[in-house]
């Protein structure tokens, strides 16, 4: 038996989105930071049919703010790492939308790609994007710090459509719609190293969090395939799920995957451990997209022909709540990623003491703590194996008080920034008089 495989149109990674929040007393103040106090989960949903990006508090359930209009006929959603930045695919201009998550406006021109960009995936250490190009049988790879393609396109199968890359970010696996497989791309080399036969419409591909089994969605087939990705072969027969299955994403503890079945309002639930279908999910018409949010207990489906996304608590397999309006025609979803960092002041007789508090982090990194707006260093903190850590520091007086940020920054990219109010240092103490006799 040999292998079976494939991608999903609109497939996103989860990035980082970093805000604060704060405790005080003493005269000395922590605020919020980002978008507001606490620390907001954000879903970007691609609505292909009125060419915008709508943006959902996921808190409230609710759409926040105007449209994004990034460029014609968006479909795919990916988030670097760090949480900061938004790759869109126009499949109707053949370019790519970068969006800054902080302002929600278009940063710069479209990136000219490909002959109809679909699917889109960021690496793990945020450098590089993939995007799958449809109607050219390539994938385009766009470096992130200078904002353009490097080197020619990558030559894949017949009609690529999702694309995601393993946990490590050594692979990508490319679904072609039309060819029936799974492309294996080498990221280090920017070249297909295998070849991998999967059902027939092959369009959604999701990696389990562990980087040891990849989901394939086989559209015309109405199956999914599993693939062990040590050795690229079929791990037993494909899964029968629903009509037309596209997307599918696997829940962050790995248990768990959702197949989108576009052509039956459903969503199969795999159980990882047996593959096999666990549960049928009814949402809205014709489902496309599907995404987990970073803490697992919430997916979220967009209804393509209903202009809505379904909410589903996990733990349960059910809908809750009504649908979310969004735009015309949703296709991908993107959660922002997971580390949620919180500084708080504590302020002790002079009103300088900051101890900052993080969690969600990678565990082992390393923390450089700052006062970004002198700019001055802290120190540094190791995250500890649960992803948090604690640090306090009293704030040299060479400082001055009133507003300021503080920022902690890994090596990876993982940060946040935070605005605090400081007081001034107290006046020197007096000498003490001295005598002679």
């Known amino acids: 038996m040999k292998r079976i495989g494939a991608g999903v149109i609109g497939l996103a990674m989860a990035a980082v989105a970093l805000v604060g929040v704060s405790s005080a007393s003493g005269g000395a103040t922590g605020g919020a930071g980002g978008s507001g106090s606490g620390c907001p989960t954000l879903a970007y949903v691609a609505n292909s049919n009125d060419n915008t990006l709508s943006v959902i508090d996921v808190a409230s359930g609710t759409v926040v703010g105007d449209p994004i209009t990034p ?25 790519v939308s970068v969006i ?3 302002s929600g406006t278009v940063v710069g021109d479209p990136i000219t790609v490909g002959t109809v960009p679909t699917g889109v995936a960021v690496t793990p250490d945020g450098t590089t994007v993939y995007v799958t190009n449809h109607n050219s049988n390539t994938v385009s790879v766009i470096d992130v710090a200078s904002g353009t393609v490097t080197g020619d396109p990558i030559d894949v199968g017949s009609g690529p459509a999702g694309v995601a890359f393993t946990p490590d970010g050594t692979t990508a696996y490319v679904a072609n719609q039309y060819g ?3 492309s294996v791309i080498e990221v280090a080399s920017g070249t297909v190293v295998d070849t991998i036969t999967v059902g027939n419409g092959a369009r959604g591909v999701a990696f389990t ?12 087939d109405d199956t999914v395939s599993v693939i062990e990705v040590a050795s690229g072969d079929w791990v037993g027969g494909p899964i029968t799920v629903g009509t037309g299955p596209n997307g599918v994403a696997v829940t962050p503890d790995g248990t768990t995957a959702y197949v989108t079945n576009s052509g039956g309002r459903t969503v199969s639930v795999i159980d990882v451990a047996t593959n096999t279908v666990v549960g049928t999910i009814t949402v809205g018409n014709a489902p496309k997209g599907v995404a987990f949010a970073p803490d697992g207990t ?7 022909d209903d202009g809505t996304v379904s909410v589903i608590e996990v733990a349960s397999s059910t809908v809750v709540g009504d649908p979310i309006t969004v735009g015309n025609g949703p296709y991908g979803v993107a959660f922002t990623p997971t580390p949620c960092v919180v500084v708080g002041t504590t302020v002790g007789a002079d009103g300088r003491t900051v101890t900052v508090t993080g969690s969600q982090f990678e565990p082992g990194s390393v923390l450089t703590v700052t006062i970004a707006s002198t700019p001055t260093t802290l120190g540094t903190v190791t995250v500890a194996a ?15 008080g009133g507003a300021h940020t503080i920022s902690a920054t890994a090596v990876s990219g993982q940060s946040a920034s935070f605005p605090v109010t400081l007081n001034d240092c107290g006046p020197e103490p007096e000498p003490e008089p001295t005598f002679t006799g």
């Not at 014609?72 to 938004?86: E, I, K, L, R």
């Not at 919430?298 to 393509?304: D, H, W």
Request: charged share 10%.
């Open 298 to 304: 919430t997916a979220y489906v967009t209804n393509s």
């Open 71 to 95: 460029d014609v006929t968006p479909v795919g959603v990916a988030f670097t790492p760090d949480g900061s930045t938004v790759y869109v695919t126009n499949q109707g201009s053949n370019a």
């Open 180 to 182: 029936g497989e799974v």
């Open 209 to 220: 969090p562990d980087g040891t089994t990849a989901y394939v969605t086989n559209y015309d």
């Open 386 to 400: 649960d992803g948090t850590f604690t640090a306090t520091y009293t704030v040299p007086c060479s400082i001055p």
């Open 100 to 102: 800054d998550v902080a």
